[in-house]
């Protein structure tokens, strides 16, 4: 079983930045890849950016071009730089992980964070 830890999130005012951190615990050599998919109230959960360990990364068209998902592969930390933010983007950010190398990289696996609020006041 793989444990996510999710953080940085908070209040802040449109255009300005944040970045959250994911920290894997458990079984952290079977990760594949990890990634942060957000979700507000009355919305479905999407897919924000998702990272595997080569780097290979993919981003939704929303937040392309603003967002930066990095990882750290010896400390199993993945990161999400938010700039440019947007009252829009406000929502619960959750991270995510997978331990299976066959699933496309954007679709989520089974471990879950228990998510960090991102609020962006316009």
């Known amino acids: 079983q793989v444990t996510l830890e999710d953080s940085g999130g908070g209040l802040v005012q449109a255009g300005e930045s944040l970045r959250l951190s994911c920290t894997a615990s458990g079984r952290t050599f079977s990760i594949a890849a990890m990634g942060w998919y957000r979700q507000a109230p009355g919305k479905q959960r999407e897919l924000v950016a998702a990272i595997n360990r080569r780097g290979e990364t993919v981003y939704a068209d929303s937040v392309q071009g603003r967002f930066t998902i990095s990882i750290d592969n010896s400390k199993n930390i993945v990161y999400l730089q938010m700039n440019s933010l947007k009252p829009e983007d406000t929502a619960d950010y959750i991270c995510?992980?997978?331990?299976?190398?066959?699933?496309?990289?954007?679709?989520?696996?089974?471990?879950w964070g228990r998510g960090t609020q991102v609020t962006v006041s316009s």
């Open positions: 995510n992980t997978d331990t299976n190398p066959l699933r496309p990289l954007g679709v989520s696996g089974p471990y």
